[in-house]
Every structure is written in C-alpha cells, then in structure tokens.
Nanobody, 124 residues
C-alpha cells in the first residue's frame, strides 16, 4: 500500500501563501490520480482538487479557484498544493489521497491511501 507523508502546513495571516507537499512511498506514483481534501472544525471532509497522472486537474471548491493550484512531480513522487491569498475560511486539516484510477473523485472512499493530514490555520 502506498504511504503518503504531508508537510507544509502552519499558521499564516490572511492574504498569505503556503505550499503543501505530499510525498508518496510508491515508485509507481506516476500512474496514480491524486487528490487534496480538507476538513474544517465541525464540518465534513470535502474534496478540494484532484490531478490525474497526466496532469489533468479538477477543482471542486469554487472558492479556491484562482487561489489554489495543484501540481505534481512524478520524478519525486510528490504532489503539491499551492495556496495563495489565503482566507480564514481556508482553515482546516488538509489531506492528500491517492487512487489507482484515471480520474479524480470527490468521494473519500474512492481513494486507497491517505496522508496523516497537515493543519492550515489562517488568522491574524
């Protein structure tokens, strides 16, 4: 089973930026579809964005379009979430997930492995 390790979360002021990283242990990372989810306090986990092995992207959360960008480096088995112009409502635990399929899915149970999560807090 692929193991995922996330990093890059932290405390940032509104309008600031962060880059989250998710490193996979599996050497065949390049054939997987990746997804980023987030879970805010008291809310259900929601799918934010996904990327196919070939670089196709899909964004679920309207509020992050134009501010968040997903990218991947298959040579490093790593996927990134670049977050700009952060807002307090972006505060959540962010999770990366992986699925052995050709397209992203908004459903958590469609993903085979998950990272441990990284906290992002946007506050003055």
């Amino acid at each position: 089973q692929v193991q995922l390790v996330e990093s890059g979360g932290g405390l940032v002021q509104p309008g600031g930026s962060l880059r989250l990283s998710c490193a996979a242990s599996e050497g065949t990372f390049g054939s997987y579809t990746m997804g980023w989810f987030r879970q805010a306090p008291g809310k259900e986990r929601e799918w934010v964005v996904g990327m196919t092995w070939s670089g196709g992207t899909a964004y679920n959360v309207e509020s992050v379009k134009g501010r968040f960008t997903i990218s991947r480096d298959n040579a490093k088995s790593t996927v990134y979430l670049h977050m700009n112009n952060l807002k307090p409502e972006d505060t959540a635990i962010y999770y990366c997930a992986i699925r052995a399929a050709s397209s992203p899915s908004p459903r958590s149970h469609d993903y085979e492995s998950w990272g441990q999560g990284t906290q992002v807090t946007v506050s003055e």
